[in-house]
């Protein structure tokens, strides 16, 4: 796909750019306080969208000269993969996903808490109070829209675009709707909780946007391909992927409702992590203003760190609303029984 040309650009560039980084045999490879750690390997499982998962770690390669092994996996097979894992972990780092994936890993203890000097740099809001993980950027739950077949077949019926999530239980929207599996995809099961938390009859609206649902993708990011493709007509999706794919020509219009439901790409160490030096070595390097900045350039997306994040990204964040990831995390049997105990024909 044509999208994928400007992450394979920006790699280089980043190569490029961090290549002057000196061989000086000391204890630090970089001047901004990462260690050497030529000779040295972390695992890393991501559930952040692909190209900016290995961006990340080409990064932080080039800073310490550690090498890597990355996995992408859709946030709920990430989660169970790590709790899976529990006796013998494999993993060193868990990265993004939807953030209610890092309360539960916590609260599981399938991750461990890192002290690091100048973690609250990073606000309250957007890292644990128990400090076992923290954000290293934040996106909302957008509504996305094939433009040019909105443009086709209902704008000359003045219909207005939706402006709310309830607006996609329109049965005009019947079988167009783009919506990943919520078993697998965080993006998802973080609408069906943000439902949960703030409608007054949460499974009359699950039963409704089911009975809209397009055919069904394995993450979110799919999700919003299948929007941008034509496939579908519109869907849900989280606003960097919309961008990531608006940004290589995909004709799409996204809606961030007021109140809006929201995630955060979260980072965290594994309990009983293989390579624990390592680990905190990359959850400092994921802390630095310098990374977010370049990686959220990449993710299209807003970094948490308050040196990195842009007035525009700013002016999105105030449409925020309230999302309770502990609920989200302790609520997820119950929501996923309720989902799936709901036929299409309902």
């Known amino acids: 796909m044509k999208w994928k040309y400007p992450v394979v650009v920006l790699l280089f560039v980043l190569t490029a750019l961090l290549s002057a980084c000196a061989h000086d045999g000391e204890t630090q490879l970089s001047d901004d306080g990462l260690p050497d750690l030529r000779g040295h390997h972390i695992v890393v499982y991501s559930a952040m969208r692909d190209e900016v998962g290995r961006a990340a770690l080409a990064l932080f390669q080039q800073k310490t000269g550690c090498t890597y092994d990355y996995i992408y996996l859709p946030t709920q097979a990430m989660l169970g993969r790590v709790r899976h894992e529990k006796e013998h972990p494999q993993a060193d780092i868990m990265m993004g996903g939807a953030t209610h994936a890092q309360v539960s890993a916590a609260e599981h203890r399938l991750t461990s808490p890192v002290v690091l000097r100048g973690a609250d740099v ?45 607006d996609l239980l329109d049965p005009d929207y019947r079988g167009e709707v783009a919506f990943a599996d919520p078993n697998a995809a965080g993006t998802s099961y973080t609408l069906l909780a943000y439902v949960m938390q703030h409608d007054t009859a949460p499974r009359d609206f699950y039963a409704a946007l089911k009975a809209n649902l397009g055919t069904s993708s394995y993450n979110g990011f799919e999700a919003v391909q299948r929007v941008a493709s034509g496939q579908c007509l519109l869907g849900i999706g989280f606003l960097d992927d919309a961008r990531s794919l608006e940004s290589s020509g995909f004709p799409l219009h996204t809606i961030v409702p007021e109140g809006c439901a929201w995630t955060l790409d979260a980072v965290a160490r594994v309990d009983g992590a293989p390579h624990p030096r390592e680990a905190e070595a990359f959850l400092r390097f994921c802390m630095m203003e310098e990374t977010q900045e370049v990686l959220n350039r990449i993710a299209f997306s807003a970094a948490t760190h308050p040196g990195a994040v842009t007035q525009a990204d700013k002016e999105t964040m105030a449409h925020y609303g309230e999302m309770d990831f502990r609920r989200a995390a302790e609520e997820q049997e119950a929501i996923l029984h309720a989902w799936n105990d709901i036929s299409p024909a309902e």
């Open 122 to 166: 990073i606000p309250e809001q957007f890292r644990s109070s128990e400090k076992c993980w923290f954000g290293i950027a934040s996106t909302p739950l957008a509504i996305v829209i094939n433009r040019e077949r909105w443009e086709q077949e209902f704008a000359p019926q003045g219909k207005n675009m939706p402006a709310a999530y309830e």
